[in-house]
């Protein structure tokens, strides 16, 4: 339940999995939505589907990324809702991480969301929510996950102080922190299709609700954070994982 009338929202990685569910249940709940991602192709067919605006700009480009809050200055003003969602999942084991590996990572899942918010900063209006699609994996020690989570460690690490520096302008800073989501991201890593499917079994198991999540499940947390029914919220952190971060060694 949210009612996101009248907000204007951006949601970086909007073509795609949690970011387009969330487009999908904040348009329903009465926002205007401009979703961002990569590929004009994909930005362009999900805009179309979801019936909304579409802006290429890649988070890890900060040319791109003051070019998008140019657009989205000259064409709405001012911001409601600020979900920095986008994001890559790169496994590797350590001391198999390449600069490259590293940079690529970190450059999207951390610096592209530190600059999505820097930049969008003068465009959030007082009251403002900002909701950042973080990872479980930043609390686990999940084989290949070192540098993912880390990644996504540093964005707590930043959310946490931001929430502090912005709530004087009254502005809100979450963040979101789900459990295995059923998205296309797994498909990314390259991994072959049946260690895929091991690995969404092994996983599964883990979780005590004995299902991945979906990415409504996430998105209607996130319409709840971005909405003002959670006006005295901030500086949080919500865990969405089917109880996999308290799953007990023995139940
Ligand atoms: N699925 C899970 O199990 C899970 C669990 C915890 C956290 N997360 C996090 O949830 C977020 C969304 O992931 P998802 O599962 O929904 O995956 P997804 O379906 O792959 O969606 C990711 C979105 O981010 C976009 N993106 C990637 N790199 C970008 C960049 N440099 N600039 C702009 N957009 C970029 C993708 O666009 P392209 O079409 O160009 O790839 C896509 O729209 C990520 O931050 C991820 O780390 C996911």
Redesign the pocket.
Known sequence: MSNLTGKTAVI??????????TAKKFKADGANVI?????LE??QA?ADELGVKGIV?????LS?LDDLVEQVKNEYGQLDILFV?????APAPVGQNSEEMFDTQM???FK??VFTIEKFLPLLKEGASIIN?????AYTGMSNTAI?AAS?AALNAYSRTAATELAPRKIRVNVV??????????G?TGMPEAQLNDFAAAMQDRIPLKR??Q?ED?ANLVAFLASDEASFITGAEYNIDGGMNVNPILS
């Open positions: 970086t990685g909007g073509n795609s999995g949690i970011g387009y569910a979703i961002t991602g990569r590929s994909r930005v999900a700009a890649d988070v890890s480009d791109a969602n986008a994001g890559i999942f450059g999207i899942n592209g969301a699609l973080s990872s479980i994996n993912y996504k922190n789900p459990g295995p989501v059923s998205t296309p991201i797994f990314k991945f999540g990415p996430i």
